[in-house]
Structure formats: C-alpha cells, structure tokens
C-alpha cells in the first residue's frame, strides 16, 4: 500500500512538472514582425509580412544613418515601397508603427515633424 | 475524307512546323540577359545604385549583403566592372550583353560571384523604378557602395 503511495506521488509531481513546463511555453513572446503586422492590420495595412517587417527595419536604419534626414523624407520613402493605393495617413501610420516596434530612440524625428504641425 | 486523305493532311502539316523548329537560340534579345534600359541609360553606376537603393530597398539590401560576404578582391572586381560597363555606350553595352548571353564563360568576375551583377542585371522591374529616377541623385556617390551607411 505504501509503495502504491509512494507511486501515486511521484507521478502526480511528474505531471505537476510537465503542466509548468507547458504553461511556460505557452508564455513565449510573439515576434515582433508578427506583431508589427498585426499593428499595420488595425490600419489597414497588408502584404507580406516578412517585406513590411524588413520595409519597417530599413526605415529605421535610413534615419539612423541619415539617409533621410526628417520625418518627411522617411515618410516618402516609406510611400514609394508601400502599395501606391494606401493613403498618406496611412503611410505615417507605418512608419510610426516602424518606429515603436524597431527604433523607438528615433521618436524624436516623428514628434518634430508633429510639434512643426507640418503635413506631408 | 479518306484514310489516305487524312494522313497527307497530317504529314504536310508536320512537314511545314519541322522547319520552324530549329535548334534553340542563345543570343541576346533587347532585354535579356541586360534590360534595355540599363543599356540606354546615361546615369553612371553610383546614380543608379543609389536610386535602386530607395526604390528597390529590400532587392539593394540583399545584393549588398551578398556583396559583403565575398572577400574583398572580389567585390573591388565587382565595383571596377561595373563601371567598366557604364562606362561603354549603348552599342558597346548590346555587345556585351550578347557576349555574356552566348558564352558563359565571358565574365570572368561571374566565375568568382555569380550575382556579381544582379541589382544591375537581372530584374526588370528593379532596373524600371530605378532609371525612371537615377538621373536626380548625385553623379559619382562612391559612399553608396559602404552598406552600413547606406542601409
């Protein structure tokens, strides 16, 4: 009986050890290109994935590297590699959407362009 | 129709496609293997490439990371046959590309890098974009070639 017991626990805390470990799973991040995707959708902005995500990223480097030098120049670059239907709102809302997922330091470079009041 | 009929229609009508057929052709065509535009343009290879660079960016990138893994000597090879090439006028530019068409072995830096070209070469709708627009960047950039200022 004893041993029945002893038996019985062990297994439970094999399970309790397989049920955290699946729960820790479960937990693991989404990436970030998934979830920059799923912030163009809520624009209303598709494709495939993996060109936004990298269209996002280039952006992003273009501005650090000072080949668009203000929020406007990156602002047309993002309009000339997105589809040409989308709108110009739509196209800053993806290249701030880029900015919060792949180089929030560069959110100086949109708030200038919002604190100038300017439009595209 | 008679059998006999029938199968005189049949043979004259292989008879008169035999000739069409011929052995396959490897020469160039106005497009193939160097786009037409790229042949015409009068930007020089940096114009271009800078112009690729904001129309093409994901085609530029992956170029320019294949570029950074060749070693050195190749992609200095690279760099002074392309503007070898543009430095030829559209003639001399046709020539080539019916020289590279129907010899494999006529480039010789192909032999060491294979896509040596391909941002130049090897996708029309690229070569498009970026000649509708070379004209407006500056001449000579040689900055455009370093990929870690110019992702």
Redesign the interface.
């Known amino acids: 009986m004893a041993r029945h017991h002893l038996a019985a626990r062990a297994l439970a805390a094999a399970s309790i050890g397989f049920l955290v470990a699946i729960g820790n799973s479960s937990i693991a991040q989404a990436d970030p290109d998934t979830d920059f995707a799923n912030q163009l959708h809520t624009y209303g902005i598709y494709g495939p994935k993996d060109?936004n995500a990298?269209?996002g990223k280039?952006a992003c480097?273009?501005m650090s590297?000072n080949?668009d030098r203000d929020a406007y120049q990156s602002a047309k670059?993002v309009a000339?590699?997105l589809a040409r239907q989308n709108t110009t709102e739509q196209n800053w809302q993806f290249l701030g959407a880029a900015i919060d997922f792949y180089c929030p330091d560069n959110h100086a470079t949109l708030e200038a362009v919002a604190h100038a009041g300017g439009h595209a | 129709m008679t059998r006999t009929g029938l199968m005189a229609m049949v043979c004259g009508v292989v008879a008169a496609a035999l000739p069409l057929a011929g052995p396959a052709s490897a020469d160039a065509t106005d497009d193939y293997p160097i786009p037409h535009r790229i042949i015409i343009t009068t930007c020089d290879a940096e114009q271009y490439l800078q112009a690729a660079r904001d129309t093409s960016p994901v085609y530029y990138q992956r170029y320019m990371i294949d570029r950074n893994n060749r070693p050195l000597d190749v992609q200095q090879q690279a760099e002074d046959r392309i503007h070898w090439f543009f430095s030829l006028d559209p003639i001399a530019r046709r020539q080539y590309s019916e020289n590279t068409a129907t010899n494999v072995y006529y480039e010789n830096v192909a032999t060491h890098w294979g896509n040596w070209a391909k941002i130049f070469f090897n996708n029309k709708g690229v070569v498009a974009k970026a000649t509708d627009v070379c004209m407006n960047y500056p001449k000579g950039n040689m900055q455009v070639w370093d990929f870690a200022s110019n992702s």
Do not use: E
């Open positions: 060109y990298w269209l280039i480097q273009r590297n080949i670059f000339t590699n």
